[in-house]
Nanobody, 115 residues
Framework: QVQLVESGGGLVQAGGSLRLSCAAS????????MAWYRQAPGKQRELVAR???????NYPDSMKGRFTISRDNAKNTAYLQMNSLKPEDTGVYYC?????????WGQGTQVTVSS
């Protein structure tokens, strides 16, 4: 069974940084496409960043510049570095793992950016 455990969320002032981690178990991590999504209160979940098994990254235009996704296959962990945070970045951040036809989600970690 695949498990994804996010960590690193918290409360930060506008302009600050956070680094989220997603530790995966129960899967061939190196073969998985990993992604981060977020969901703000009252809004739909949206893609923040994606990284393929080969390390190629993809960001929606609205996320480019302040967010960086990375992975460490030796540690079965994906990361999301978030810089210059804004209050509108507040939300629950979810780790996602896609391997083959199977799609898995973590429980989410809360990020709150105060103005």
């Amino acid at each position: 069974q695949v498990q994804l455990v996010e960590s690193g969320g918290g409360l930060v002032q506008a302009g600050g940084s956070l680094r989220l981690s997603c530790a995966a178990s129960g899967t061939i991590f190196s073969a998985a496409v990993m992604a981060w999504y977020r969901q703000a209160p009252g809004k739909q979940r949206e893609l923040v960043a994606r990284i393929t098994s080969g390390g190629s990254t993809n960001y929606p235009d609205s996320m480019k510049g302040r967010f960086t996704i990375s992975r460490d296959n030796a540690k079965n962990t994906a990361y999301l570095q978030m810089n210059s945070l804004k209050p509108e970045d507040t939300g629950v951040y979810y780790c996602n793992c896609l391997i083959g036809w199977n799609n898995y989600w973590g429980q989410g970690t809360q990020v709150t950016v105060s103005s």
